[in-house]
């Protein structure tokens, strides 16, 4: 019998690399409000292309067209600070235009497309939103925006990396491969690093804002991940794209960390004093 090679684990080294050069063009891009809000605007649309056939993998798919003009015109209103009076309007012509498209193109289910469709309005366009409404915050907008990818990119790090090194115990069944000890190690490094930056940075927070903002941002990074793992199981996939190369995942398994993450850091600052309510 040919003895099998060991497995050399060059797409961890991939993900941390790819992980890396993302967190440097978010950097980069949120040295301006528009360019930023453009990246937001690349990454929704890719995110929600993986969805969307992770949806169709699932015999449940959406009404394209309906759904990336309604993500696309979520984080265009949000741009614009006119998402909170048009909100309402935007979701109600979403069911609408999804229940008339289902109607013209496909024999039947129509809930559930209209229900797919409006999921992945919310899941990508609404979440996303909040990082172009933290970056359009008066004066202090981009070293948010800093300290939001410091936070999460160092949670999704420093988790794979304990996780590897210590890891024993099984996070969930949904993600076999994560454990109990990587969580713990990405909340508590991301904990520290987000007061340390906080302080730092010119929003010279009290180092106790910053770690409420990091734990918060950092537990729903992760809770965000496992929903991404629901959601790949759901429709039987490893990965929802290759788009970013074989082991490194699509930019949906990417940015999965980042929708939750985004919220939490906003509801976080929120909860601080830091922010207000969306405008």
Request: charged share 10%; aromatic share 10%.
């Amino acid at each position: 019998m040919i003895a099998t090679p060991p497995v050399v684990a060059k797409p961890r080294g991939r993900r941390v690399f790819v992980g890396i050069a993302l967190a440097a063009l978010g950097f980069i891009a949120a040295t301006q409000s528009l360019s930023f809000a453009i990246l937001v605007a690349l990454i929704a649309g890719a995110c929600l292309y993986e969805l969307a056939n992770l949806a169709e993998t699932n015999a449940t798919p959406m009404a394209r067209p309906v759904a990336f003009t309604a993500t696309f015109a979520y984080l265009a209103l949000t741009y614009l600070g006119l998402i909170r009076a048009y909100e309402g309007t935007l979701l109600s012509i979403t069911v609408v235009a999804t229940l008339a498209y289902c109607t013209l193109v496909s024999k039947g289910g129509y809930i559930t497309r209209s229900a797919t469709t409006l999921l992945g309005v919310l899941y990508i366009g609404k979440l996303l939103s909040y990082f172009i409404t933290i970056r359009d915050i008066p004066s202090i907008g981009g070293w948010l925006i800093v300290l939001l990818i410091f936070a999460i990119a160092t949670t999704d790090i420093a988790a794979m990396l304990v996780g590897v090194t210590v890891g024993k115990t099984p996070l969930n069944k949904l993600s076999p491969r994560k454990t109990w000890e990587g969580a713990i190690g990405g909340f508590v490094v991301a904990t520290g690093v987000t007061a340390a930056v906080g302080a730092l940075v010119p929003l010279h927070l009290p180092w106790w804002e910053g770690a409420v903002i990091g734990a918060i941002t950092s537990a729903s990074a992760q809770a965000g991940d496992l929903v991404e793992s629901a959601i790949k199981r759901d429709a039987r996939v490893k990965d929802a794209g290759t788009v970013l190369g074989v082991g490194t995942g699509g930019v949906l398994d990417r940015f999965d960390s980042y929708l939750f993450g985004g919220i939490g850091f906003y509801f976080a600052s929120f909860i601080v004093g830091l922010v207000g309510p969306v405008r």
